[in-house]
């Protein structure tokens, strides 16, 4: 008999259970999720569901994709974070970087990609093996997704894989820019909401739009400071604060920041937080970039609480005129 695994033809010499194949192939059945024919398969159920011939079968996992002031949380879902910054886990030149650099920036979200397991090489290490799971919160999303359909059965296998509810959902328009496509994003957005997941929703910086997916129940709204990957900052920084006016879920920039400067200012316009990955795996050193976010995060968010003294159009001297010598 012959399965169809993660797109690749394998034979068995007998029908055998989901559990039986996996550790046949030399896969840890806690560490990935199944999908045969569609249908989720709970690990409840790996000991028992047989594989039958021409079944078509996808096993996934997750990949990458300091002090901190505990009194100044912030709430997503229910849960409380003390750090403001939450790191992608792709692009590194390893997990062990993975794991420095994440460590350095202090954060507690790190956002995962959920790709197929490589079957013909097990033994090849895993995030979880690095990025503990019960340290971090971990929160699967749909990078390199462009429809709705596939995000939603990519975060079923997410929840299915770790338990997660809380997850990022991006729907993509097209590979040049990985702007959104929020059509799409909608669509995703109402099938997630009501098989009960928490969802985190990238987005343009569309304030109706951003309304609009939180009037459906999203959990917090992410629009863009720029284009997935760019570094060229935050572009509409006037409409990134009418979206957090408007907002009573938490509102977080994500993509395009590429430097500290940039994420500190998405704090001081009065963002809950800020989501980036390219900006410190692509700095030549990720590890001394990540806790330059680290602090500019803080940083902005202590400038936006200070407040900001008004501009002038003329100077305003800072020491007191009377007194001053030769005048009278």
Not at 293 to 314: D, I, T
Request: include cysteine.
């Amino acid at each position: 008999m012959n399965v169809i695994v993660n797109g690749e033809e394998r034979a068995l010499d007998q029908s055998k259970s989901v559990e039986a194949f996996l550790c046949e192939i030399g896969i840890d059945p806690k560490k990935v999720a199944v999908e045969r024919n569609l249908e989720i398969v709970p690990k409840s159920q790996f000991a028992e569901i047989m594989l039958g011939d021409g079944d078509k079968l996808e096993i996934v996992h997750f990949i990458g994709g300091g002090s901190q002031d505990v009194s100044d949380t912030f709430d997503i879902a229910g849960q409380k974070f003390n750090s403001r910054l939450l790191v992608g886990t792709g692009k590194y030149k390893d997990f062990e970087e993975t794991k420095l650099a994440i460590e350095a920036s202090g954060a507690e979200i790190v956002t995962v990609a959920v790709r197929r397991v490589n079957v013909t090489d097990p033994n090849q290490p895993m995030l979880v093996d690095y990025v503990d799971p019960k340290k971090y919160t971990y929160l699967p999303n749909t990078a390199g997704c462009f429809t709705a359909d596939d995000a939603v059965r990519t975060l079923r296998l997410a929840r299915e894989a770790g338990g997660w509810d809380l997850v990022k959902l991006e729907v993509l328009g097209d590979q040049a820019t990985l702007y959104p496509n929020m059509p799409e994003t909608f669509k995703a957005a109402e099938l997630l909401i009501k098989e009960g997941f928490k969802v985190m929703v990238y987005c343009s910086d569309d304030p109706i739009a951003a309304k609009t997916l939180e009037d459906m129940g999203c959990v917090a709204i992410m629009p863009l400071g720029s284009l997935i990957g760019s570094g060229l900052g935050i572009l509409n920084p006037v409409n990134i604060q009418i979206i957090k006016h408007n907002a009573k879920v938490p509102v977080l920039v994500d993509a395009g920041v590429g430097t500290a400067s940039e994420a500190s200012y998405a704090m001081e316009l009065g963002c809950d937080g800020v989501l980036m990955n390219s900006a410190i795996a692509g700095a030549q050193d990720p590890i001394m970039m990540a806790k330059a976010m680290k602090l500019a995060v803080e940083s902005g968010r202590l400038a936006f609480k200070a407040g900001r003294m008004p501009k002038r159009q003329y100077a305003d001297p800072s020491s007191p005129t009377s007194g001053l010598i030769g005048i009278k």
